[in-house]
Every structure is written in C-alpha cells, then in structure tokens.
C-alpha cells in the first residue's frame, strides 16, 4: 500500500486538497515551475512529445494539465487536437488565456475533471499524456486504470514524473529540493504547504521499476522508461 502523503494533512480528501493547493498557487506556478527547475523541465516535455510524435496521433489528452504546458507542447509538436484536464479551475483559468494569446483555443481544449473519473468513453484517444500529476492521485491503481480505459488499443500513454537523482550528485539535488526549492516555493507562492508536498511526495512515490511493475497490474501490455537529467524526473511509454 503507497504511503498518502497530502498537501495540507487536513481532514479532507486528497483529491480534495490537491485541488485547493493548485487554486491557491496557480497565478505564480508557471513562474515558479520555471524558475525552481530552470526551465529543464521545458526539455522534459519535448523530449515526451518527440517520443509521442511517433505514433501520429489525432487526438491527445492531456490529464492534470495544469496551466496547458504539456497539452501546448504535444499540439504544436504533433499537430492533433488536444484536450486538457485538471481538477483546478484557476490552473485551467490561467491556461485558457495561454492558449488564446497563441490562438490555440480551436486546437486546445481544457476542461475540469477528475482523472480517476474521466468523462470521456474507453478507446477514446491515440495517447494520453501526463506530466506530473499521476503523484497527486488520490487512488494511483484507480487514476491509471482511467488513463488506460480511455487510450485506444495498441497506443499508449505517456508519462512524466519526478524520480530520483542516483549517485554522486544525488545527496546534493536532495538538499536543493528538500530545502532550498520549498523555501523559494514560500516566499514566491505565499502557499506554506505546497513546495513542501512537493519533496514529500516524490519521496513516497514509485518510480522506475516499482512504477512499470504498477502499470503492467492495471493492465497494459508493455511499459518502457527512460531517465532524464540523471534521474531528477522519468519518462514512461505504457501501451495498451
């Protein structure tokens, strides 16, 4: 059983505080997403799209889509009709304007939702992607089995989530991330809880092979994995 490691450790439901925290954070989060990883995790992205931009899809969703980093990424380097999906109507709220100042909003999509109950019929999309939501799940088996109902047979879908820095360098990027980022994270945010999660969440969650292993329980057929800047963050193609 995973560890549930919650934004603010109050009463209510994870699901229900992961919504508050990124209410709460999402006029500064773009600034401070590029700020604290210095824009690495714009490389990150591409590197997801360039590896989905092989199965040519048509249509894409994009689940915890935030303020639409990855949904703007995936429809600029593939070309297909994206549909984003988060929980926080003020992260979404910041997206929407994004995506209308790159006159977008025809090819773009966002819509409220919950990953664990997606609104859409299984068999859905040529891929799905993700990028750093599938740690705030509440239910991890629930959220992926979604994710696999609604991505057509034989495509896949496309993840990016934090790991783990292995080696030398690895005490070093634990100190930065536990320490100075949440600290960076307070002051700019206003949010005292919310870059804390963040450290506390990677530190609970799965990743590399103990995450592969989870995929293939919920059903898919094969799942590959590459890391990037040594392990800060992992890539995972999961086909149905």
Same mark, same amino acid.
């Given at each position: 059983?995973?560890?549930?490691?919650?934004?603010?450790?109050?009463?209510?439901?994870?699901?229900?505080?992961?919504?508050?925290?990124?209410?709460?954070?999402?006029?500064?989060?773009?600034?401070?997403?590029?700020?604290?990883?210095?824009?690495?995790?714009?490389?990150?992205?591409?590197? +997801?799209?360039?590896?989905? &931009? *092989?199965?040519?899809?048509?249509?894409? !969703?994009?689940?915890?889509?935030?303020? %639409?980093? =990855?949904?703007?990424?995936?429809?600029?380097?593939?070309?297909?009709?994206?549909?984003?999906?988060?929980?926080?109507?003020?992260?979404?709220?910041?997206?929407?304007?994004?995506?209308?100042?790159?006159?977008?909003?025809?090819?773009?999509?966002?819509?409220?939702?919950?990953?664990?109950?997606?609104?859409?019929?299984?068999?859905?999309?040529?891929?799905?992607?993700?990028?750093?939501?599938?740690?705030?799940?509440?239910?991890?088996?629930?959220?992926?089995?979604? +994710?696999?109902?609604?991505? &057509? *047979?034989?495509?896949?879908?496309?993840? !990016?989530?934090?790991?783990?820095?292995? %080696?030398? =360098?690895?005490?070093?990027?634990?100190?930065?991330?536990?320490?100075?980022?949440?600290?960076?994270?307070?002051?700019?945010?206003?949010?005292?809880?919310?870059?804390?999660?963040?450290?506390?969440?990677?530190?609970?969650?799965?990743?590399?092979?103990?995450?592969?292993?989870?995929?293939?329980?919920?059903?898919?057929?094969?799942?590959?994995?590459?890391?990037?800047?040594?392990?800060?963050?992992?890539?995972?193609?999961?086909?149905?």
């Amino acid at each position: 059983m995973l560890k549930q490691v919650t934004p603010y450790n109050s009463e209510q439901s994870k699901k229900s505080q992961v919504e508050d925290m990124f209410d709460n954070i999402a006029p500064k989060y773009d600034l401070l997403n590029h700020v604290l990883s210095m824009k690495i995790d714009v490389l990150w992205r591409n590197k +997801l799209v360039k590896w989905l &931009k *092989k199965d040519q899809p048509q249509t894409v !969703l994009d689940v915890a889509t935030g303020t %639409g980093d =990855l949904a703007i990424a995936v429809q600029k380097g593939t070309g297909a009709k994206v549909i984003g999906l988060d929980l926080s109507q003020q992260m979404l709220n910041v997206g929407i304007e994004k995506i209308s100042k790159l006159n977008k909003s025809t090819q773009i999509e966002m819509v409220k939702g919950d990953a664990e109950n997606l609104p859409f019929g299984d068999d859905h999309f040529d891929g799905v992607t993700v990028a750093f939501g599938v740690r705030n799940f509440e239910n991890l088996e629930k959220g992926l089995s979604e +994710l696999l109902r609604v991505v &057509k *047979k034989e495509r896949s879908v496309y993840i !990016l989530e934090f790991s783990k820095v292995e %080696g030398f =360098l690895g005490p070093l990027y634990m100190f930065y991330f536990k320490n100075i980022l949440p600290l960076i994270g307070r002051m700019v945010s206003k949010d005292n809880r919310a870059y804390t999660y963040l450290p506390d969440s990677v530190n609970a969650f799965p990743y590399g092979e103990k995450l592969r292993k989870i995929l293939l329980t919920v059903g898919f057929t094969r799942v590959e994995y590459t890391k990037v800047s040594m392990g800060i963050a992992t890539i995972y193609k999961a086909t149905k």
